[in-house]
């Protein structure tokens, strides 16, 4: 069964300092990535996603990931975070035969100081 | 850009009592699930529906039924509240599983 760790339960990273959030994942072969923002009290929004191709992928709000099959990784970055950035981060891993479920890690919180 | 609707941003329910929380979404998308998010838990498949009167049990479905009359409708029903229950729930739909997720905004349920 797929499975994904976040190992990073909470982030506090400085306004306009550089972030990467980590994301493994478990899969027997190519998965669907994805990351999602969640502000507080808010839904989950998309930030980007990965199926095949290039394995640097941009998102929006500023924000790429980058897959390494040989790490079984999908890492978060951004160059330089905002105030706003400050929220939930999941990371989620699809299965590519068939099954149109997802399963989502337990979460990044990220705290942005002045 | 697809809209899912939840039909409560909060609700108060007592123990015992039967529950029901509605997720409509625009865009005819075939796929639709039920979340749980808890602290510290992520986010845990209760149900999901491929297409209309079609259902499957997620990870954690004790407790929970669901019903999708219609395409657009998928309802999650909690058949007797308990306080193990209080949580967020998030409802999503899909088109396919690579295009992602499009989620409502969220229903913070209470039970006392």
């Known amino acids: 069964a797929q499975s994904v760790t976040q190992p990073d339960i909470h982030i506090t990273v400085s306004e306009g300092a550089s972030l990467e959030l980590r994301c493994n994942y478990s899969y027997g072969a190519t998965p669907y990535l994805f990351w999602y923002v969640q502000s507080p009290g808010q839904g989950l929004q998309l930030l980007l996603k990965?199926?095949?191709?290039?394995?640097l992928v941009q998102g929006i709000k500023g924000f790429e990931a980058e897959f390494k099959r040989s790490q079984s990784s999908f890492n978060l970055r951004k160059p330089s975070v905002h105030w706003s950035d400050a929220a939930e981060y999941f990371c989620?891993?699809?299965?590519?035969?068939?099954?149109?479920?997802?399963?989502f890690g337990t979460g990044t919180r990220l705290t942005i100081i002045p | 850009d697809v809209k899912v609707t939840q039909s409560s941003r909060y609700l108060v329910k007592r123990t015992g009592e039967k529950v029901f929380l509605e997720c409509v979404q625009d865009m005819d998308h075939e796929n639709m699930f039920w979340y749980r998010q808890d602290p510290g838990l992520g986010l845990r498949l209760i149900y999901f529906s491929y297409d209309v009167k079609m259902k499957e049990k997620g990870d954690i479905p004790e407790g929970y039924s669901v019903s999708r009359e219609k395409k657009e409708r998928f309802s999650l029903i909690l058949e007797s509240a308990s306080t193990n229950q209080t949580s967020m729930y998030l409802c999503?739909?899909?088109?396919?599983?690579?295009?992602?997720?499009?989620f409502g905004s969220g229903t913070r349920l209470t039970v006392v």
């Open positions: 989620a891993v699809g299965d590519l035969f068939g099954n149109e479920k997802l399963t």
């Open positions: 990965y199926f095949s191709g290039d394995t």
């Open positions: 999503a739909s899909s088109l396919t599983a690579n295009y992602g997720y499009t």
